[in-house]
């Protein structure tokens, strides 16, 4: 199981990670990406089964890498999950949309990401 | 009768015409006629050398007069009289001296004065400015100290340092944590072991009280170990509460970064309006975060609503 964490915030991505060691798994589980650039790259060179994935991030936003991962490559079935700040009804169903499997809003718990995570992994 | 101008010439040089003469030369013979007579009054050798003679006499008299004048006198007299001068009279001179320079320093301040001066004023400027931008009625000077965008884009960057520094911290402590409870469980593994052996023991040799009383210890300190270990579980969960806390780190960063926006927006309207083109990079920010009062914001229901009809 390989999960791939994309968070413009360094805090961010070790919480994530944090949370993530919690629900049973290693630091060797998971990477993590600073942004929808490092995370495609990150998508070229590895296998993973899963992204966890911030919304606003510079050079390539959590959007874009969405519709890019759905459109092109070896991830186009990946499970995704946004991890966001944004909480608008208008973005979510943007997100959904763009093809993310679940929508986590900031701040969350470790309960929350876990049943998020559990469901998409079903 | 007025006289011509001839006429008046004529008598200044002492010429004594004849009207009719004097109205018939013309202008050249009376000018001829003057000059011979010039000639004629012209000084001879003997005078000029009389006037010489006179001349020598007279420097002669001039040098005689400085060498024997009083000023001479007077210099012997000073210098004589500052030698015979007593301590006294040259402490009083000195003093006198003294007071003089005072009153000019009065007169005309040191550079020490001027300098306390300019500080005073320019402390007395400081003060007035401070409360002139304090009432809002002056602007805040344009320093690197006071340049919103690049003050809140510090506070964001040391802030994300910061938090990261933390969470080192408390990652330490979670580690540490493990440790103890690795720890922990070899002891209560060996507790475990003394137990059972302290039990049959006891059981054996019912009438020896050491046995019992040491398994009760033992039992005792098992009960220790497990406490030791749901503190440390607790203390565990209060780090990862405190982790997922730090989430707010993220979002106020965010939040500070939606102003950044909003204020390099309205820089780049008063460039604009100034015609001034510099273009900087846009930052892509939070539309609607956690904690604003926004009625357009998901709950937690709604979510799982939409989620769900998207999953269909």
């Known amino acids: 199981m390989k999960i791939l964490i994309v968070d413009d915030s360094s805090t961010m991505r070790r919480i994530i990670g944090n949370v993530v060691m919690q629900l049973g798994f290693t630091k060797d589980d998971f990477d993590e990406a600073e942004d929808g650039l490092k995370a495609w790259k990150e998508l070229s060179n590895k296998k993973y089964d899963v992204i966890l994935t911030d919304w606003n991030m510079p050079n390539m936003n959590g959007l874009e890498l969405v519709k890019r991962v759905r459109s092109e490559g070896a991830h186009q079935s990946i499970p995704i999950i946004m991890i966001t700040t944004e909480g608008g009804k208008s973005e979510v169903i943007t997100a959904l949309k763009a093809g993310v499997n679940n929508y986590i809003v900031k701040p969350f718990s470790a309960d929350i990401l876990k049943e998020k995570l559990d469901g998409v992994l079903k | ?312």
């Open chain 2, 1 to 312: 009768m007025s006289m011509s101008q001839e006429e008046i010439e004529a008598l200044m040089n002492g010429l004594e015409l004849p009207d009719e003469q004097k109205d018939a030369a013309p202008e050249e013979e009376l000018e001829e006629s003057l000059d011979d007579d010039v000639e004629s009054q012209s000084m001879t050798e003997e005078d000029i050398a009389k006037l010489l003679s006179q001349t020598d006499d007279e420097d002669e008299l001039d040098m005689g007069a400085l060498k024997n004048s009083d000023v001479k006198d007077d210099i012997s007299e000073v210098l004589q009289e500052i030698d015979n001068m007593k301590e006294d009279d040259i402490a009083s001179a000195t003093d006198d001296i003294l007071n003089e320079n005072d009153l000019l320093e009065e007169s005309f301040p040191s550079d020490s004065s001027s300098e306390e001066e300019d500080y005073a004023f320019t402390e007395k400027a400081k003060n007035w400015t401070e409360k002139k931008i304090t009432k809002g009625e002056f602007p805040f000077p344009a320093e690197p100290s006071t340049k919103v965008v690049s003050q809140l884009n510090e506070v964001a960057n040391d802030s994300e340092e910061k938090a990261g520094q933390i969470f080192d911290v408390l990652s330490y402590i979670l580690d540490d944590n493990a440790i103890i409870q690795k720890s922990n469980k070899s002891i209560v593994a060996f507790l475990d072991k003394e137990i059972e052996l302290l039990n049959a023991m006891s059981n054996k040799f019912p009438n020896i009280n050491v046995f019992d009383e040491r398994l009760k210890e033992a039992q005792r300190m098992k009960e220790v170990t497990s406490d030791i270990a749901n503190r440390i579980s607790a203390e565990d969960m209060k780090l990862f509460e405190a982790m997922e806390l730090m989430q707010f780190n993220d979002i106020n960063r965010q939040k500070i970064e939606r102003v950044m926006s909003v204020i390099r927006k309205l820089t780049t309207y008063l460039n604009n309006l100034f015609e001034e083109d510099e273009g900087y990079e846009e930052i892509a920010v939070a539309k609607h975060i956690h904690g604003d009062s926004n009625s357009d914001l998901v709950g937690a229901e709604d979510l799982d609503a939409l989620i769900a009809e998207f999953s269909k």
